[in-house]
């Protein structure tokens, strides 16, 4: 692993959510985990990491003074920021490349690599192929943004949005020029082959989500545990000679610290 830097998302010391004001106000809706921010930077110091990945509430909830102490304390570099939208409906579009906007203003500021979004909305009465076409342009719009500012953006396939399997990562890649950050445990639940996906979209690759995933009970685990093979993930990173960040991350844990120094003592041994 030393061509690759360590970090890991702050998502895990706490309930996953965004902000309740966005079910009327799209502009001021954000991700956030509903957690101690200052507890997940020093847990994650601790376990051995370079760097964090955060939300884009969490991220903005710190002024930028109090967010480089934070970092510059725990010896950790704010790698990436995590944003997302519907990206599929006219309307609010707009709405949703503000927040955009705003995430990556901050995350340049403070001198973040990497930009990062998810979406793509599933209509109540089912998707549209039209609908991928919005998405892509919606994505090529979120590249323009994060490249104004020094950033790569990237787009990461997620359950329940309208990206999730093999054939869907293939559809939307090949309508948009934003980058690709395969998150390997969403793809897996997906159905895909994420070491298979990884070499095939080689030239779009430039920044990593890792983690484990139970497929029965369903549940996200750390790296060294789950169903899918993550020597092969690694194998296929080192095949196509990934060098740069790649992001630990795990939604939920009992023990986030636990969790996090599980999949730190895994990545030391591969």
Not at 41 to 55: N, P
Not at 93 to 115: F, I, K, Q, S, T
Not at 187 to 193: I, S, V, Y
Not at 213 to 236: H, K, M, N, W, Y
């Amino acid at each position: 692993m030393s061509d690759f830097k360590l970090a890991y998302h702050a998502n895990c010391w706490g309930d996953l959510g965004g902000d309740a004001v966005g079910v009327t106000s799209i502009t001021n809706l954000a991700y956030r985990t509903f957690g101690d921010m200052r507890r997940a930077f020093a847990d994650i110091a601790s376990a051995g990491y370079a760097g964090i990945e955060l939300f884009d509430g969490n991220l903005l909830d710190f002024s930028v003074a109090d967010m480089r102490a934070l970092l510059a304390d725990n010896r950790l570099e704010l790698v990436a920021t995590y944003a997302g939208g519907n990206f599929i409906f006219d309307d609010i579009l707009p709405e949703e490349l503000a927040r955009v906007v705003r995430a990556a203003d901050r995350a340049a500021e403070l001198g973040a690599p990497h930009l990062v979004v998810g979406g793509g909305a599933k209509r109540f009465d089912g998707i549209r192929e039209a609908d991928y076409h919005k998405l892509a342009a919606a994505l090529d719009r979120v590249k323009e943004i994060a490249e104004a500012r020094g950033l790569i953006a990237h787009y990461h396939p997620h359950l329940s949005t309208i990206v999730e399997g093999p054939a869907e990562v293939r559809k939307i890649f090949a309508l948009t020029g934003i980058d690709f950050c395969p998150d390997t445990a969403h793809l897996a639940a997906a159905g895909g082959d994420p070491a298979a996906l990884i070499r095939e979209h080689a030239a779009r690759i430039s920044y990593v989500h890792l983690k484990g995933l139970q497929r029965e009970p369903f549940a996200f685990t750390p790296i060294d545990r789950g169903d899918v093979p993550s020597d092969g993930i690694v194998a296929a990173l080192r095949d196509i000679g990934f060098s740069g960040w790649v992001c630990a991350e795990l939604d939920a844990w009992p023990d986030p610290l636990e969790g996090a120094k599980a999949s730190m003592a895994y990545l030391k041994s591969a």
